[in-house]
């Protein structure tokens, strides 16, 4: 079943290591079938150059497998309870990126000091409470934080986006971790403090590039 979602689960989980936002077998990436209340996302514990479509686990609404070889990501109760309260998600990523996640590790937010952010996040990046591994505490506080941003930093943990299909799940990841680290690096540099943009044109900036950005739009 959903042959055409579980390739491309597949191939963005595979992506996940291209972009350099995992290592060795955490995180992954999931998406959603909605005729059908089906999700399809990564296997646990298996490397990602490994991964084939049929390897891909697939889950209903209740964390039931009802197909795949290997049992789905530990992850996969987290997943589930944004699919169920954020209609608009088609898609979740979860990465421990080393600098997005070191913003998680120090329970700070990334704050709008770049067009970059302002564009693709439309404000700061929050960042949700500790919540344990494994069961559903981690999406409620996803749905609970995250407000409008597709991303959110997990106090302790790490990252999780969020998007209308996968792949646009995955661009808000490899995102975060691209102005993470610019951000970080730019904090170096003794400045005496980064300014941040003001509301007002974020607000400007996230809506045009919402808007106009891409060759879909004019």
Known sequence: MLEELKEEICRLNQDLLKWGLVVWTS??????????????????????DELTPEAMAVVDFDGRQVEGPFKASVDAASHLVVYRKMAHVGGVVHTHSTYATAFAAANRPIPPVLTAIADEFGGPIPVGAYCQIGAE????????????????????????????????ALKAAVMVEDVAK???????LDTGGLEEIPPEEVARGHKRYVEKYGQGKK
């Open 27 to 48: 995180g992954n990436v999931s998406g959603i079938d909605r005729s059908k209340n089906l999700v399809v996302i990564k296997p646990s514990g298996v490397m990602f």
């Open 137 to 168: 505490a981690i999406g409620e506080e996803i749905v609970r934080s995250i407000g409008a941003s597709p991303a959110i930093l997990m106090k302790n943990h790490g990252v999780f986006t969020v998007g209308p299909t996968p792949e646009a």
């Open 182 to 188: 610019t951000v970080y690096l730019a904090e170096q």
